[in-house]
């Protein structure tokens, strides 16, 4: 009896130590990853994409860190321009445009995430990208989507089902995957063409994005959200919003505008900025965002590996 407790005080001291080398062998990182940066976009039709793509520029190779987690299933055959590359909802991939719908095309948030990648050495940057053209901002409020798009927002339900029919729902199960591995660092907004951008308007831009903030546990201080204006070159349709767009920095913590002054059309209607508009316009809301994050990277951490 002596021995046999003999043995089992060896076994025990041997799995002991065993298990002491098991957790000095674990990586010393654990996820989330601080210098992944995570960015929800969303709002209506010049977020969702309607610049024109260059395959041979977007899409011939994968952007260096850049990814984005993709929002819709979407088979490569299906996509505009030529990329083979095919979506399963809630994947990571890397970003190659269209992001938001199989048949839209380049948005500001291409090139927010490429500028922000040569601008942060060292960090991968990811999009949540979720997007409805031509959809009021009731769109995004879980007390009001259903009654939007069985009511007046009824021709945009269709577009919505890329995303379940509920695009605030969509956002939220994205960005929960996405705190696994990485940090939500900020948000893209682009809306206002279907609203009237008065103070209803920005309390309710202003609740949908408390929504995110209260859902996935962060703080006001620290996750900015920068809005975008809309498109002003003559003939425009709503450049006379942005004054009102603008109020929405009494409204947030942590407020950006990306401008869109001197910005052009794509010469086809009055709503949307052409293919060098909206790099430009992605290329500022990146210049605002800087501004207000916290652009500190940490050296121990591993690369982004998905």
Not at 22 to 51: C, D, E, K, R, V
Not at 220 to 225: A, D, K, L
Not at 230 to 245: F, R, V
Request: aromatic share 10%.
């Amino acid at each position: 009896m002596g021995v046999s407790k003999n043995i089992m005080k060896s076994m025990s001291a041997v799995a002991f130590a065993a298990g002491c080398m098991l957790t000095l062998a674990q990586p010393s990182f654990a996820a989330p990853n601080p210098n992944f940066h995570i960015y929800i976009a969303y709002g209506q039709s010049n977020m969702s994409g309607n610049g024109e793509i260059n395959p041979a520029v977007d899409q011939a190779q994968n952007p260096k860190n850049f990814l984005m987690l993709a929002s819709h299933d979407a088979n490569a055959s299906k996509r505009t321009g030529s990329t083979t590359q095919s979506l399963k909802t809630g994947e990571w991939y890397p970003a190659i445009p269209p992001m938001f719908h199989a048949f839209e095309q380049l948005s500001p948030a291409d090139y927010f995430g490429r500028a922000m990648v040569d601008s942060l050495p060292g960090v991968t940057v990811g999009i949540i990208p979720v997007a409805v053209g031509g959809v009021s901002i009731r769109a995004f409020l879980p007390d009001q989507y259903a009654a939007y798009f069985d009511g007046d927002g009824k021709s945009f339900k269709g577009w919505a089902g890329d995303y379940g029919g509920n695009p605030m729902g969509r956002i939220l199960e994205l960005a929960k995957k996405a705190q696994e591995v990485g940090v939500i660092k900020g948000i893209l907004f682009h809306q206002g063409e279907s609203d009237g951008t008065d103070d209803n308007w920005r309390n309710n831009v202003y609740k949908s994005y408390k929504i995110i903030i209260d859902e996935l546990g962060l703080d006001e201080n620290e996750v900015p959200f920068v809005a975008g204006e809309l498109l002003q070159s003559q003939g425009a349709c709503c450049g006379s919003k942005n004054g009102d767009i603008a109020k929405l920095s009494t409204k947030f913590k942590k407020f950006g505008l990306a401008s869109s002054a001197g910005l052009q059309g794509n010469g086809k209607d009055p709503y949307h900025f052409g293919r060098d508009g909206v790099i430009e316009l992605g290329k500022r809301y990146c210049s605002e965002m800087l501004k207000l994050i916290d652009k500190t990277i940490d050296p121990t951490a591993p690369a982004v590996d998905l």
